[in-house]
C-alpha cells in the first residue's frame, strides 16, 4: 500500500469518526432505539385458543394417530381471556443482546452448551453458545441459545436500565397465542398467513423450514416455497400479521412466562415464576421445524435452564 492510500483511509477514518460523534450527539441512545423494545398494545379481550377439529384430523394425516396422541392432544381447544397487554414487535435481537453482555461478562461468558441439531440429531453441544450457534448470525438477527433463566436475567437488566414505569418482562401463553393468532378472519386459521402449508404464501410470512433448509439439509417434512433463509433472518424481516407483529411463527420459538403442563388452563393467563412446573412454555416455530409444528396452537415445553438453537424470545409489558 502507498502512502498516499495510506493517506486517503485515515482522511476516511477521520471522517467516520467526525460523522460517529456528530450521530452520538443527536440520536437517541442505540438501546433505546433497538427493535427489540418496540410494542404493540393489544386489547383486552376474550378469544378461542387451541386446536381446531380441521387442524387435528390435518395433522392425523401428515402423522399418525399414534404420534398426534403423543405430540398434540394439549392443545386443548378452548376460551381464553386476557387484560390489555403490549407485545413487541420483533424477537429480541443479537445486538441488545451484546449490549447486555458487554455490561455483565462475568455473568454471560460461561453461558456455553446449546442444543442444536448434528449429524446425529440433536445434541447437547459444549462449544456452542449465543455467540457461536453453529451458523452465521448478524446483529439484528434473534439471539439464541439462550436459556429462560437467562431471558428473565437479561429483562431484569433491562429494566433497571431503562427503568421505565411498566416494566418489560416475557408474555404470558395465552397472550402469545392471541398475539399470534392476529385479529379477524385471520385468526380463525392455524396460521396467520392461512391453513395451507404447501402455499407459497407461508414464505411470504415467515423465516420457516423451507426449501433453502432443505437444500441444506435434507428434510422430511417442509414448506414448498423459498423463503431465502436456512437460518436464523432479520427480526424485522418477512410479512407481519394484522397486529404488525412480525416472525411469530418463524424465525425463533418464543419463551412464555408460563409453566408448561399437558393441561394449559393450570398456567397459560400468568407468568409461572415460582417455578411450580418444572419446564417453560414455549410457542411458534423455528426456522427448523416443520410445518406440523408451525401453527399458533402449538405449545412445546423446556427444562427452564436448557438451551436451544432455535430458542430465543420476545418482550410483553402489562397495560395499566
Ligand atoms: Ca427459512
Ligand atoms: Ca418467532
Redesign the pocket.
Known sequence: MDLKSVGVITLLLANNVAIAEEKKDLSPEPLLADKSLSLIEIPSQCYMKGQLEDEKQWLISQTSQDYYAQKFTNENYHEVCVDSFKISQY?VTLALYQQYSSENESTTLGEKGCYVVGDNGWENNLEADWRNPTFEQVHTH?VVCISYYEAENFIAWLNNKLNPTHRYRLPTEGEWELAARGEGKQRLSWRYWGNDAGAAKACEY??ISDLSLNDYKQQDQFFNCHDGAVQTADVHSFKPNNYQL?????????FTCSGFSDTPLLSESSCDKEETMEHITVK???WYYPPIFNRAAFRGGLPRHLRFFGV?F?LAQDVE
Open positions: 424477537e434473534p415467515g423465516n412480525y416472525n411469530m411463527l418463524g424465525n425463533v420459538q418464543e411458534g416455530a423455528s430465543g420476545r
